[in-house]
């Protein structure tokens, strides 16, 4: 699930202070009013309510209609809600207001990446609707990753300079679209800024074992199960990586923390059969790739 981040507007949420002017004083208490009704919408979000948390944020709206971060926790309420179209616009409406706060152009690309994934899916917007799933429309996938991507160059034109999540939207866009070795750019520069992400080494192992670069897929594969050894998915790749490189015992020593989680999960099955097929009954194991 996307990340919810608390965006309040400057001043919003916080205490009153003192005013002689009585209609300062109602101004002060209307802001303090919305920075309740704000946050109360978040925590409907990350509770898993995001269209409750929508409608408290369109009742704000209603009053602070030209606060960037109001227009962007709405985006992402509704992008919790699979609602992309209104997401879109909502979060357009933040960058038209905020055009260089990074974290609006970040947001963007997010929920386009997601609308592309639906699209390219066949996906009804409306989760509750899936009986009337529409059909896959790749060309309207492209069209929104290629947003996604404009959207995270804009992101990273504004971030700071040691700002990792920019050039990880960057990545994903550009896998999206195929565009391999610039996603293999972007993502190795997310993982130099943020070594403490194990998502960012997945997409970063994919896009490297696409591009056939063993050697950077499996530095990347190795930090993601170093920083998430209840990856169970991450553990069974390093299984099959292993045994294209012939370490029968690093596959075997792999495959046993991937049973260790599930040793019925398919996968893991499957990766436990072909290393009993292709391991030689007499080989010992050779150095780690």
């Not at 408290?56 to 960037?68: I, S, Y």
């Not at 591009?211 to 530095?219: F, G, I, Q």
Request: charged residues 30%.
């Amino acid at each position: 699930d996307p990340t919810v981040e608390v965006l309040l507007s400057e001043g919003a949420g916080a205490l009153p202070s003192p005013v002689a002017d009585p209609r300062e004083r109602y101004v002060t208490a209307l802001k303090s009013g919305v920075g309740v009704e704000v946050g109360r919408a978040i925590q409907l979000i990350q509770s898993g309510r995001a269209k409750d948390g929508a409608r408290h944020l369109r009742f704000v709206l209603q009053f602070e209609k030209d606060d960037p971060a109001i227009w962007t926790n709405l985006a992402t309420a509704l992008w919790n809600t699979g609602e992309f179209d209104e997401a879109i616009a909502a979060v357009d409406r933040a960058t038209t207001l905020d055009p260089e706060n990074y974290r609006y152009h970040l947001v963007k690309a997010e929920i386009l990446i997601a609308a592309g994934d639906a699209a390219k899916a066949g996906k009804s917007e409306n989760p509750l609707q899936q009986s009337s799933a529409k059909a896959p429309d790749p060309e309207r996938a492209k069209e929104l990753y290629s947003g996604a991507r404009s959207a995270a160059d804009l992101a990273i034109r504004f971030a700071p300079r040691d700002e990792w999540r920019p050039y990880f939207a960057r990545g994903k866009a550009a896998s999206r679209l195929g565009d391999r070795l610039e996603a293999r750019d972007a993502l190795n520069t997310a993982r130099t800024l943020n070594r403490e992400n194990s998502e960012v080494c997945m997409w970063l192992f994919e896009v490297c074992w696409q591009l056939n670069d063993r050697k950077l897929a499996t530095e990347a594969l190795e930090d993601a199960v170093a920083l998430a050894p209840k990856n169970l998915i991450a553990w069974v790749n390093l299984v099959h990586v292993r045994i294209e490189a012939k370490n029968w015992d690093g596959a075997r020593q792999a495959l046993d923390r991937a049973a260790a989680i599930d040793p019925t999960h398919e996968r893991v099955v499957k990766a436990r059969e072909k290393l009993e097929q292709l391991r030689p009954p007499t080989t010992s194991g050779t150095e780690s790739p």
